[in-house]
Each structure stands twice: as C-alpha cells, then as structure tokens.
C-alpha cells in the first residue's frame, strides 16, 4: 500500500469531502470503504431516490 499523510474510512459525503480538502491542501489520502467504487457516497448514494425537500417540485 502507498504512503499517505491521511487514511479516510468511510466514503461517505463526509469522508469524500474531507478527502478533497485535503487533497486541496496537498495531502496524500487513502480512502477505504466497505463498498465498490461505484457506490461511493454512503447513504447519499442509496437516499437520492428517496429524498422529498419542501417546496421542491
């Protein structure tokens, strides 16, 4: 496995953006996760279908 200055578990909406700012901030990072990469997002991934806002059409 690659060197990295942060491991990210979990590739959830948290974990992905925290990924980004520290990539933004030249971090090295290793993101590990449970499921594929096609399915990254956590329950976001899964909710999008299901999500009702308010005043939304």
């Known amino acids: 496995m690659a ?3 942060v491991i990210i578990v979990g590739a959830g909406l948290a974990g992905l953006v925290a990924a980004a700012e520290l990539a933004e ?3 090295k990072i290793i993101i ?3 499921e594929p990469e096609q399915s990254l997002g956590g329950q ?3 909710s999008f279908g299901g999500l009702f806002l308010v005043d939304s059409p």
């Open 3 to 5: 060197d990295a200055d």
């Open 44 to 46: 976001a991934f899964w």
């Open 32 to 34: 590990v996760d449970q």
């Open 25 to 27: 901030a030249g971090k």
